[in-house]
């Protein structure tokens, strides 16, 4: 890789993106999940399939070698195709960032649409802290029983991705917990101020 501007912000982004997903792999070992994790079965599966797969690898290049591939969750059944993003911004670095991403489909599905907006505006930089928080925050509109049939991801997606449309910019993670809390605030769930969307 030649020693250039272009360069090293490769290098950066290829480093952010190491980083967050072996925090994604850590929260997964401590067992945070707040959706049921794919079958074991299902995952070994996907192993083989990504053995094919020389790492690091983009979304792009993932899409194009196992996006048929299906998974089975409590959710349902989804080829991968929509659970990772058509990026060649978006690195992962083992086929294990790989199962990391995938082991929460929903959020998956839902991160996938902003990635590939973001991808849209080529200047905008969306970083891990801002990532973290917004799959944080999807996190928690799954855990919220009183919000049927996770309606509350899709919609709060939509809104983002809107967002990123409209003003060509990516809202801060603040303004998905705020309209992740509205979401759920109307819909008849009361939000603490010392909960993640009590914002």
């Not at 982004?13 to 190491?18: H, L, S």
């Not at 855990?143 to 049939?149: F, G, K, L, P, S």
């Not at 996770?150 to 603040?174: F, H, N, Q």
Request: hydrophobic share 35%; aromatic share 4%.
């Amino acid at each position: 890789m030649p020693d250039d501007r272009a360069g090293r912000d490769k290098q950066a982004r290829d480093e952010e993106n190491r980083q967050r997903m072996r925090a994604m792999l850590e929260e997964l070992e401590r067992g945070d999940e707040t959706e049921p994790p794919i079958e074991e079965g299902e995952l070994e599966d996907l192993d083989a399939e990504l053995e094919t797969v020389e790492f690091p690898a983009t979304g792009l290049e993932l899409v194009e070698a196992v996006g048929s591939h299906e998974v089975e969750s409590a959710e349902g059944t989804r080829d991968l195709a929509e659970l990772l993003p058509r990026s060649e911004r978006e690195a992962y670095d083992s086929p294990e960032a790989v199962r990391a991403r995938v082991q929460r489909p929903t959020v998956a599905a839902a991160m996938r649409r902003i990635v590939e907006a973001a991808d849209e505006l080529r200047s905008a930089e969306f970083g891990s802290s801002q990532r973290e928080g917004y799959e944080r925050t999807f996190r928690e509109l799954k855990a919220i029983d009183a919000v049927d049939d996770d309606e509350g991801i899709p919609v709060v997606a939509d809104w983002v991705v809107e967002r990123i449309r409209e003003k060509e910019t990516l809202p801060g993670s603040r303004d998905v917990r705020r309209r992740a809390a509205k979401f759920c605030r109307s819909n008849g769930y009361e939000v603490r101020n010392d909960e993640w969307l009590g914002v």
